[in-house]
């Protein structure tokens, strides 16, 4: 679906320019473009998942600069046609290429995962439209479009500022509005633990939304547990759903393990899967290592991939038999300030 909403897009602004920008030529300087991926709010909560911009004209020669403006990883990559999209995120081209490479199309080029400050270079020889994707983000791409300098180009540089910021300012205001929604949205947890077992706390382990524009996707996650810090009694039971389409979290107790993909407990414990699918553990002392793995929304189906189990797992249970104070964390989004604290009362 997503290869052929790019290619209609391309064939109608290949017309679109050919009639708009057909009868002017001009010759430019080689320019090096600017751009940002990602962008947060001031605590680090939100975050917007997205290259701003997201599509850019350029010329053949002309390169990107990109500059990381997230406390939350991204790569900056360009695929070849036929390859296939990596699971490992250090992996993608592989492992990754230095800046200031060009990309033509014919071989890959990828940042490894970058933060805060950092920036990648690429350069664009030959003209063409190339999809960028972020290799940590599936759901984040967008389109460089590269044409041969006789043509003029439709954008400048101040122009995809603006738009940089404008798209930013939306994804994050997106973001608060729906932090508003979550926080109130107590039905679904209150169904669930009626169905499940009659004490439970519910508790959202981060909100997200995806926004489209033509040259691709963009989404903002709220990036904290909300209502994280929960109150209950020895016996009962709190579960995490994760409702951001795009990113996984964990809900780790104790140490972060050395495999924060897959869910483990220690000493002495077992991460066990409740009839429904959800994962459940139980938590009888502090000295407790509890780590979910993997917490995310159910994927996607996509046409010509062979139907898959019904994976992730999309809710996390722990069930607390003695009074105390239990901290945690997401183990991917600590560093962004993503943590939570169950208080378990006699
Ligand atoms: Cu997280």
């Known amino acids: 679906m997503k290869v052929r909403k790019i290619f209609q897009s391309h064939i109608l602004l290949t017309a679109l320019l050919t009639v708009l920008l057909g009868l002017s030529h001009s010759v430019q300087a080689q320019q090096d473009w600017h751009a940002s991926v990602g962008g947060q709010s001031a ?5 917007a998942v997205a290259f701003l911009p997201n599509e850019i004209w350029i010329h053949a020669g002309d390169s990107i600069t990109w500059t990381f403006a997230s406390g939350d990883i991204h790569t900056v990559t360009f695929l070849t046609v036929g390859q296939v999209y990596p699971f490992d995120q250090s992996n993608g081209c592989p492992p990754t290429t ?47 479009h590269v044409l041969d300098p006789a043509l003029p180009l439709p954008y400048d540089q101040a122009f995809y500022d603006e738009e940089a910021k404008e798209q930013l300012k939306a994804l994050l205001e997106d973001a608060d509005r729906h932090q508003h929604h979550a ?104 000295e407790q290592n509890v780590h979910s793995g993997l917490i995310a929304a159910l994927l996607e189906d996509e046409p010509g991939v062979p139907q898959g189990p019904v994976s992730p797992p999309t ?15 997401c183990a991917f989004h600590d560093n962004l300030g993503m943590d939570g604290t169950v208080i378990v009362l006699p």
């Open 98 to 144: 230095p800046s200031g490479l060009p990309f033509d199309g014919s071989s890959c080029v990828s940042s490894a995962p970058l933060t805060l400050g950092q920036t990648y270079q690429v350069i664009f020889p030959q003209s063409g439209n190339y999809e960028i994707v972020c290799l940590v983000h599936g759901q984040m791409f967008g389109t460089i």
């Open 183 to 286: 926080e109130h949205q107590h039905s679904i947890g209150d169904m669930l633990a009626a169905k499940v077992t009659p004490r439970t706390r519910a508790v959202t382990a981060g909100v997200g939304e995806i926004a489209a524009t033509a040259g691709g996707q963009q989404s903002f996650s709220l990036v904290r547990f909300i209502n994280g810090t929960v109150t209950i009694h020895a016996g009962d039971t709190v579960e995490w759903t994760n409702l951001d389409p795009e990113i996984g979290h964990t809900i780790t107790f104790g140490t972060v393990p050395q495999d924060q993909i897959d869910p483990s407990c220690s000493p002495n414990c077992v991460v066990s899967t409740d009839p429904d699918g959800a994962l459940h553990a139980t938590i009888i002392s502090k």
């Open 315 to 329: 809710r996390f249970r722990i069930t607390f038999t003695t009074p105390g104070t239990y901290p945690y964390v």
């Open 43 to 47: 605590d680090m909560s939100k975050q």
